[in-house]
């Protein structure tokens, strides 16, 4: 009799452990849905990028970025008065992690951009010398590809988002409409200055909603 009461207690406790703890994953999994984060890399080039990612199930979500580049002046386009916007969308599945908007994932995207500026070019003058003129230059680019990542949210608050990946994109602009009596082709549009495969990566970090 007695060892029959051990054995009942024991798989009482057993199942209440259980249930606890799956009580307590639901509880976590409750906690958020969605991550916002930021890219700072791509402040390099003036432009300020925003990534919602909201899960669809245990192991999907999308994302979608939207950036937004403005520029007075800018060395790395060599121009003035830049104005740009571009926006992607990614479907991620998690292929490993025990959370939501957790773990390894890969994700199959497309994005368009377009930029707009004001291009400095130079030119010789045999009486007054070097001069400069500016020429309105503008592009877009259009791609998509796959992306292989590592996301990892730290204490249900902060998100870390990392992936690399490669793709296809299709790049056009007016620069041989903005120069042509000179060597149009050394003016350089950094991320629309070729069409084909193309590597791809990010880095960003945010909180979690």
Not at 161 to 176: A, L, P, W
Request: net charge neutral; glycine share 10%; aromatic share 16%.
């Amino acid at each position: 009799m007695k060892r029959l009461i051990l054995l009942i207690f024991v798989l009482g406790t057993s199942q209440f452990m259980n249930a606890q703890d799956f009580s307590d994953d639901n509880k976590k999994e409750r906690l958020y849905s969605s991550c916002v984060k930021l890219h700072p890399i791509n402040l390099i080039l003036s432009e300020f990028a925003l990534n919602y990612e909201g899960a669809l199930s245990r192991n999907t979500s999308i994302s979608v970025i939207g950036g937004a580049t403005l520029a007075g002046r800018s060395q790395i386009y060599n121009a003035r008065n830049v104005f740009g916007f571009r926006g992607e969308l990614q479907f991620r599945r998690y292929v490993t992690g025990k959370n939501i908007l957790n773990g390894l994932y890969i994700a199959p995207m497309v994005y368009y951009r377009q930029i707009d500026m004001e291009y400095e070019s130079y030119y010789y003058d045999p009486f007054f010398g070097y001069n400069d003129e500016y020429y309105d230059l503008n592009a877009f680019s259009v791609g998509g590809g796959v992306l292989l990542g590592y996301q990892v949210v730290l204490s249900d608050v902060v998100c870390l988002d990392f992936n690399i990946g490669s793709g296809i994109k299709y790049s056009k602009d007016n620069r041989s409409l903005v120069d042509p009596q000179q060597y149009y082709y050394y003016i350089n549009i950094p991320g629309f200055d070729r069409s084909g495969t193309v590597p791809r990566g990010s880095i960003s970090f945010g909180i979690t909603l």
